[in-house]
């Protein structure tokens, strides 16, 4: 009987594992379960990501790439001195003001001398860009001796023949339909037959400003003016940063008073930029009377936005220096000041640097407060200096968007991508130099 209960204790003591155990397996089979679902949905988001990088870099690219084309036309132009310098003076001033547009004019006619009619004469002049008066002006002032010659000019066509001849407009839907009509078409294709009308590669895109014509404007106003912006915004925010961070880090008390200090400045760090661009209307501009769509006054109100990112990236950095460098400097009878500038500064430097170029590729991106204080005029000179009035690269990019003319969607695309380019290469310019100079510890 001992034996009988003994056995059966045995047994269910067996049953009891074993069933234990396929316990413990089907809860070791759901969690691996788990993790392989958590896996494919993280994956899944990854490759969402980075399809919709790839359909949104895509796109911009692709509205880009006609912006890098120009139509030009080669025109034979009689340069009348009757017309450009009645009296022979070779003065600059007359020479500037001449009527080259008549020359033009006439260049078209002679091209199209069944065109008879005024409103025909004006629509077939229509086909040349306002801007090819200035090719034929800047060619005479350079060389005035080519007055009374007959030459060929390349010359740009307006932005609607531009758009028709990349095919943006369609020849084929009806004229009402379209901005170009059908006899410019047709004098179009009269104009290819012939062999004088090319595309080109558009040089004015980046060498020119601002323009009211989309195929005569560029990039290289704004890009001036952004450089200008920087140079303002690092020679203010780095240094006030840095020394902030230093003092907060190594020198200040710990009291209610840097307690505040840092949680205020780590909330200057989420204020939206739009409030700094009010704050530089009201001081800069109001209080000051400093000139408006100025670099200077634009640099200011930036620095004042990337300040809190660089105090908290160099005092992280600060942070990141060993108690043991401190201590060996100080063990050697270094003074705290030498303690900062000779071993923690030099070693914290890669980092500081690192959030300084962040604050700024995040300052060069920025719109909002630059509205604010005037930076969106319509401004066609380049910039000599931070004093002058300009744009900066996300302002111009804001004010082709909101242009009505189809040929600046391509341009807006195509500054995007400049200023896209810029970023990246600050991003990864401060990966590089965090790789290159950061110590292990």
Known sequence: MTDATTMNAVSGSGLRKSHSGDIVKASLKRRYAAEKRFRAYGIAAILFALSMLAILFSTIIGKAVPALTQTMIQL????????????????????????????????????????????????????????AVFTIRDQVLKDPSLIGQRMTFQMPMSDDIDQLNKG????DLPESERRVNDKQIAWFKRLESRGIVETVFNTTFFTAGD?????????WGAAVGSFFTMMVTLLIAFPIGVLSAVYLEEFAPVNRWTQAIEVNINNLAAVPSIVFGLLGLAVFINFFGMPRSAPVVGGLVLALMTLPTIIIAARSALKSVPPSIREAAFGLGASHLQVITHHVLPLAMPGILTGTIIGMAQALGETAPLLMIGMVAFIVDIPGGPLDPSTVLPVQIFIWADSPERAFVERTSAAICVLLSFLVIMNVGAVLLRKRFERKW
């Open 76 to 131: 034979e132009i009689t340069l009348y001195p009757q017309d450009i310098d009645p009296d022979g003076t070779r003065d600059p001033d007359v020479l500037s003001t001449a009527n080259y547009r008549k020359l033009i004019r006439q260049a078209m006619f002679d091209l199209f001398p069944d065109v008879t009619s005024r409103r025909d004469k004006r629509q077939l002049y229509d086909m040349i860009s306002p801007g």
């Open 168 to 171: 943006a407009i369609r020849a």
């Open 211 to 219: 323009s009211r014509e989309p195929e005569l404007a560029g990039i």
